[in-house]
């Protein structure tokens, strides 16, 4: 599955974005959708994820209540909307895919800048 990234950009603490990341060349019942992040200096990090067919989300501790992760399956596509957003939010923000029996993330997109500022 081919994946791409968009939507970030520079915004002020407090502000929201919504991330999109556009899925294609596989039908998407079987995977699970995922959004990490790595800010400078920072190992990558989990920060939310979507089984596609049954909707179950997880969302790491630190944007839970802040982030929200959904899908459209017309339109192939995986949202984070993130609201109240803090300066350390910032990072590059990428969307990956995995089968559903699968432990890895295996697709990877190629990553959205995010950028807030205090």
């Known amino acids: 599955v081919q994946l791409q990234a968009s939507g970030g950009g520079l915004v002020q603490a407090g502000g929201s974005l919504r991330l999109s990341c556009q899925a294609s060349?596989?039908?998407?019942?079987?995977?699970?959708m995922g959004w990490f992040r790595q800010a400078p200096g920072k190992e990558r990090e989990f920060v939310a994820s979507?089984?596609?067919?049954?909707?179950?989300?997880y969302y790491a501790d630190s944007v839970k209540g802040r982030f929200t992760i959904s899908r459209d399956n017309p339109k192939n596509t995986v949202y984070l909307q993130m609201n109240s957003l803090k300066p350390e939010d910032t990072a590059v923000y990428y969307c990956?895919?995995?089968?559903?029996?699968?432990?890895?993330?295996?697709?990877w997109g190629q990553g959205t800048l995010v950028t807030v500022s205090s």
């Open positions: 990956a895919a995995r089968l559903d029996y699968q432990r890895d993330f295996s697709s």
């Open positions: 979507i089984t596609w067919s049954s909707g179950r989300t």
């Open positions: 060349g596989r039908r998407l019942s079987s995977y699970t």
